[in-house]
C-alpha cells in the first residue's frame, strides 16, 4: 500500500465544499482541515505509485476550489503501537 500525504490550499470561502469533495474521491480516506499555511491534507492510500498520480494529478488538482497542492509520498509508517514494539524489552 502506497500512501501520499497531500497538502491543499483552497479558495477559503470554499474550504468545507472542497474538502468534502476531495474526501469523495476513489483513493482519498481522509480530509483534514487544519491550520497554517495549507488549507486541507489529504491521505491518498493506492496499491500502486501509478495510482497516487491518477488520483492527485487527474481528479484532486481538478476539484473546484482547490489553488494548489503539494505531496508527499511515505516511505515508512510510524504508529505508537509500532515504537512500543520496537522497543519493549518482552517485560510486563
Known sequence: MITAIVFVKADVARIPEVGEAIAALEGVSEVYSVTGQIDLIALV???KHEDVAAVVADSL?????????ETHIAFRTFSRHDLESAFSLGLD
Open 45 to 47: 492510500r493506492v496499491s
Open 61 to 69: 488538482n481538478k476539484v473546484d476550489g482547490v489553488t494548489a497542492t
